[in-house]
């Protein structure tokens, strides 16, 4: 069995067909992207993963369980972690307790303990935040570390999203778009810490992705939606010189 | 200009940020332990202050830190108020038990209020918890065996193992300990997971779901503290009052307690303290202008000549005298508040704090871009 699998995927919104039988399979350790021009159907995608719709039909096999119908504040606690296309950080907070958040899947809040706050709270607090210091050095966001999401430029705040998601250490990470709205160089170092998270930290990546330079540099394997369905899959080469792919962006 | 220099992760889960402030919270508790001493004939309306910051508190966790507006708080505050009553003079509790068993049923109806609003967001919750507290009063008019209906119920004072609290002073000591009390309890919860789970569920909620926050449960958590202290506040409401009857639990209550969170500042423990403060001494402050404007503007026109004194003083009397002055400048207040400092009176302090540390470098545009409005007062 493959670490990752959808199975027959599908979600209809009324009349549409926003996903439409798509089937994947994902190995341990790859980086899987999924391309596809506006409205495909790639971020219904990660909303059926995190669960956030109940998907109309198919599955979703996680390390061999079948997670399809799994409450959404479960999924963290099984290893699959995301980000958001247009950010979703905890705004009115600091980095580092954006960060610390990310650690909620991982603790045991017990309201009485935490009223009185018991050393053991304390203890636990810690862990936490060692965890959350790690990955503020993977990421370099050591500056940063007691500023205000709102006050941050869009680049840092992208990178923290990242951030916050690896601090539920996952097996699985989602990124939508990672490269949205990023310089160049920005995009470069994105790059750059896609290939560690996968080679240093050893997480499975799937990721929802425009920039084809990006999706080139890191990719294992490419599939391509359009109009909610899989019209080609396999390596970043392969599906961009299909001719439906090509079709489907340029038209004709 | 001061950095904290940190050295150890405990400084950061301290409750302060390092000893400087820690003297500085020091010096506050000393001045409110000898406050009494300064001002004695206030000291009544300064219980009332405290036990409005105990609301505040209650509802800053709901409207500040979860990002749920409630104008159904007044009913928590009458419920523990009753029950409080209820207990000690019907069934003869000891004080304490009375008011921990007041603050739990409290808490109780804020898990029964909160459980259905939990699919509501915004303004249609604030709306439930509106007709929630309506449903309330019309219980407090109704049920005359507990709450003895329209006729109200006398409120003896409090008697805590033995120790009698009738004076203006010991009562005042006894509110301060409750609101240090809450403020304790509310700071630790903040600082530990709970409290950063409730700060997520306000700014996004669908975040925070993904990384493992159960969200109906911690809505509901959220529910039921906060009602819980505001049940604890309404057992020494009862005895700060004197005098339950229904019609002081009143939509009106509910709203100064937002107006409170929401001119001290949404989000900040400080806020609610500050908007407490606002929100019972300005009464006090009219009405002490009230007595005095007219006069001195009098006599200080009456320099131009006796009769422009006497039309100065005629005309201000006038003014000072129309009914409804209070909720208009209430009101006024408010609206300026939302103009031009959304983050409150605690923003503002913020903001001279910074001017100082920073004093010959301090640069207008440094707020600039944080004129925003969080999530909760946006309503989604």
Not at chain 1, 74 to 95: D, K, Y
Not at chain 2, 372 to 380: A, D, I, N, Q, V
Request: overall charge neutral.
């Amino acid at each position: 069995m493959s670490f990752f699998a959808a199975d027959n995927l599908g979600m209809n919104f009324g009349g549409i067909r926003a996903v439409d039988g798509v089937s994947f399979a994902v190995e341990r350790g790859q980086v899987f992207t999924i391309i596809g021009p506006n409205g495909a159907g790639k971020t219904t995608i990660f909303n059926l993963v995190s669960r956030i719709y109940d998907a109309s039909g198919g599955r979703l096999l996680f390390r061999d369980e079948d997670i399809t119908r799994v409450p959404p504040h479960e999924i963290a606690r099984r290893g699959i972690a995301r980000t958001f296309q247009n950010i979703e950080l905890f705004e009115h907070a600091s980095v580092l307790q954006n960060l610390l958040l990310g650690r909620h899947a991982h603790a045991r809040p017990h309201l009485v303990q935490e009223l009185l706050f018991l050393p053991g709270v304390r203890a636990r607090e810690r862990a936490h935040r060692e965890a959350a210091e790690k990955v503020i050095d993977f990421l370099d966001l050591q500056p940063y570390r007691d500023s205000l999401v709102v006050n941050l430029p869009y680049g840092v705040r992208k990178v923290v999203e990242m951030g916050r998601a690896l601090c539920t250490e996952p097996t699985l990470l989602l990124l939508d778009e990672p490269s949205s709205g990023l310089s160049v160089e920005e995009t470069a170092d994105m790059a750059f810490w896609i290939e560690d998270i996968r080679t240093l930290l050893g997480i499975t990546v799937l990721m929802v992705e425009h920039d084809m330079s990006l999706v080139s540099a890191v990719s294992d394997r490419v599939l391509a939606l359009n109009y909610g369905r899989a019209i080609a899959c396999g390596s970043s080469r392969e599906v961009q010189e299909h001719p439906d792919v090509i079709k489907a962006y340029l038209g004709g | 200009m001061r950095v904290p220099f940190k050295t150890t992760y405990d400084q950061d889960l301290g409750l302060f940020q390092d000893p400087v402030q820690r003297r500085w919270y020091a010096a506050l508790l000393a001045a409110v332990i000898l406050l009494p001493l300064a001002v004695p004939d206030f000291l009544v309306d300064i219980s009332m202050v405290l036990i409005y910051g105990i609301c505040g508190v209650s509802l800053m966790v709901l409207a500040g830190y979860t990002g749920l507006v409630s104008l159904g708080h007044a009913a928590f505050l009458g419920i523990g108020a009753y029950a409080h009553v209820y207990f000690l003079q019907d069934l003869h509790l000891p004080w304490i038990v009375a008011m921990a068993l007041a603050a739990a049923l409290s808490a109780a109806a804020g898990v029964l209020v909160g459980l259905p609003a939990l699919r509501m967001t915004g303004v249609y919750l604030t709306i439930a918890t509106l007709a929630f507290a309506l449903i309330i009063q019309e219980v407090f008019t109704r049920w005359e065996h507990v709450t003895h209906g329209l006729k109200g119920r006398p409120v003896d004072k409090p008697v805590i193992f033995g120790v009698s609290f009738t004076s203006d002073l010991a009562f005042y000591y006894l509110c301060l300990a409750v609101l240090i009390g809450a403020l304790w309890l509310t700071a630790n919860v903040l600082r530990a997971p709970t409290g950063r789970a409730w700060v997520a569920i306000r700014d996004s909620e669908i975040a925070a779901q993904s990384m493992g926050v159960h969200l109906a449960r911690y809505k509901t958590m959220a529910f039921a503290y906060s009602a819980g202290l505001m049940g604890a506040a309404g057992a020494l409401f009862a005895h700060k009052i004197g005098f339950l009857a229904p019609d002081i639990f009143s939509v009106l209550l509910s709203i100064q307690f937002l107006l409170m969170v929401v001119v001290g500042g949404l989000g900040s423990l400080h806020g609610a303290l500050y908007g407490a403060v606002f929100v019972a001494m300005l009464p006090v402050l009219i009405s002490e202008a009230r007595d005095n404007v007219p006069q001195w503007a009098g006599h200080a026109a009456g320099a131009l000549g006796h009769d422009a004194g006497n039309a100065v003083y005629l005309a201000l009397d006038r003014f000072v005298k129309q009914p409804g002055l209070e909720p208009g400048i209430f009101g006024l207040i408010l609206v300026l508040f939302i103009l031009f400092e959304p983050l409150g009176i605690y923003g503002r302090w913020r903001k001279l704090q910074v001017f100082f540390s920073t004093f010959p470098l301090y640069k207008r545009a440094t707020f600039r871009r944080q004129k925003t409005y969080m999530r909760s007062e946006r309503l989604r």
